[in-house]
């Protein structure tokens, strides 16, 4: 808390205290309307998970209407009902949170919310992407989109066999860490992001120029009206 440092001068603040308590301030007179333009960019990791639970907490009970500016989606997607995602000054998808992270409509969206995303045509569960055909678990006729996350993308030495899915050979771009696991960059016949455990890495030797095959079940492959 900020308890201790209520005798302080306004410049003997860090940045991130500074921010706490214009923000305190801002919640304490309950406004009608609440502008907030990245308000827990200076704060360290432990302290913004902390700020951010609390900050949830008081724009539930908030009477008046909050405005959000934000370049974090982790901050948009807890604190905000309703998103309007502005790309090179231009909007280019809104709606509620669980609308936006199920169906992005742009490759930016898309990475925001941590999927691949393609654009196709659609006849049933079908939908052709360039040379690719995907079997999807949803039933679309028309331009669409298709999207799956890169958790759902499986790697393989060879095609493999098994359960309805979705199989392409594809080339290793990139490896990096990402969280706790590797996430691989693959280029083919459509362009995607798959992530592996350090374990599945190794097994399989990954590395740029690798060929390798990819595989994504139907059931996790979304398909919806472009």
């Known amino acids: 808390g900020l308890g201790g440092q209520a005798r302080q001068l306004p410049r003997q603040l860090s940045g991130g205290q500074a921010q706490r308590v214009a923000l305190a301030r801002a ?8 502008l907030l333009d990245e308000p827990l960019a200076a704060l360290d990791a432990r302290t913004r998970l902390d700020t951010r639970a609390e900050l949830q907490r008081h724009l539930g009970d908030h009477p008046g209407a909050t405005l ?3 370049h974090d989606p982790l901050d948009a997607l807890v604190l905000a009902d309703r998103l309007v995602i502005v790309e090179q000054g231009r909007v280019v998808q809104e709606g509620d949170a669980a609308t936006v992270t199920a169906r992005p409509r742009t490759d930016y969206v898309a990475r925001l919310v941590g999927l691949n995303l393609h654009r196709g045509r659609a006849d049933g569960h079908s939908v052709r992407v360039g040379e690719l055909t995907l079997t999807a678990a949803d039933r679309v006729d028309g331009d669409a989109f298709v999207a799956f996350p890169p958790a759902a993308v499986a790697l393989h030495k060879a095609r493999p066999d098994g359960s309805p899915r979705n199989v392409w050979p594809a080339t290793v771009t990139g490896v990096q860490r990402h969280g706790d696991n590797l996430r691989v960059q693959l280029d083919g016949p ?8 350090p374990a599945a890495a190794a097994h399989l030797h990954l590395a740029s120029g690798q060929p390798v095959w990819a595989a994504v079940k139907a059931a996790e492959t979304r398909a919806y009206p472009a």
């Open 27 to 34: 919640l304490a007179v309950e406004p009608t309307l609440l």
């Open 68 to 70: 959000l500016v934000t």
């Open 190 to 197: 459509i362009a995607v992001a798959a992530d592996v455990t």
